[in-house]
């Protein structure tokens, strides 16, 4: 029998899935370990906003990914608590270095706080301010293999660009909550939802940009994976 990774109960972030699948995928695909364990716990203290944290499961096949492609610059827009920085960090691997854009100073001193513990403190830079002025100001050159995209839904597209305009050929951008929820095959039912509206205009438009190959899972609440050509 596989080893049970955590010791503790996670609340899956997949709509679709059990709990008792949930478990299942966490003790036959690789859980969180102690300093994750703990990362939860801390980032669940904070009441409802919790939910912003990226699933277990997320992290594993985000840390899998950036090994599997060799990733060794990567660049992050929405970082909260810095859970999937520490795993994109890790994945990168010694010699790796991720870019953290986030505004809430709080939650990324947590986030520092974790990312020391597990040793990964020296492969992350943070950079706090309003993501598009410090995308902006990053140099016009491809100079990223991997991009992780999960803050403000509203500029999720001008996110994309700035980050697509910086990705090597043959990088990969992934995007958070692209299902939101379910909630992207009826958007009309919640016009009032702004975040709603955007991600599903986002995901409308790279499926058919011929600049990115896409690939949805669905995996935490909702992954899409677009390669650069």
């Not at 609340?11 to 299942?24: A, G, I």
């Not at 991720?98 to 520092?112: G, I, K, S, Y």
């Not at 039912?189 to 896409?214: F, K, M, W, Y």
Request: aromatic fraction near 6%.
């Amino acid at each position: 029998m596989p080893e049970t990774p955590s010791t503790q109960p996670v609340q899956p972030k997949s709509f679709f899935l059990s709990p008792d699948l949930h478990t299942y995928i966490l003790n036959h695909g690789g859980g969180p370990d102690q300093v994750q364990q703990a990362l939860m716990a801390a980032t669940q203290a904070l009441g409802p906003v919790a939910r912003m944290q990226i699933a277990p499961e997320q992290g594993v096949f985000m840390e899998w990914l950036a090994q599997v492609m060799g990733a060794r610059r990567a660049i992050e827009v929405g970082t909260f608590t810095g859970y999937s920085a520490l795993c994109l960090a890790r994945g990168l691997g010694p010699q790796g270095r991720l870019l953290c854009l986030d505004v809430n100073e709080q939650w990324t001193r947590m986030a520092q706080t974790y990312w020391r513990k597990a040793g990964l403190a020296d492969r992350i830079t943070l950079r706090l301010g309003p993501a598009a002025a410090t995308l902006a100001a990053l140099p016009q050159e491809p100079g990223f293999d991997l991009g992780f995209i999960d803050a403000d839904k509203e500029n999720g597209r001008l996110y994309y660009e700035e980050v697509l305009a910086r990705l090597r050929p043959g990088g990969v951008i992934i995007l958070d909550n692209a299902l939101w929820g379910g909630k992207v095959v009826e958007p009309h039912r919640h016009p009032e939802d702004a975040s709603l509206q955007a991600i599903c205009a986002l995901n409308d438009g790279v499926v058919t940009d011929a600049r990115v190959q896409p690939a949805f899972l669905p995996l935490g609440d909702g992954l899409l994976l677009l390669r650069k050509r």
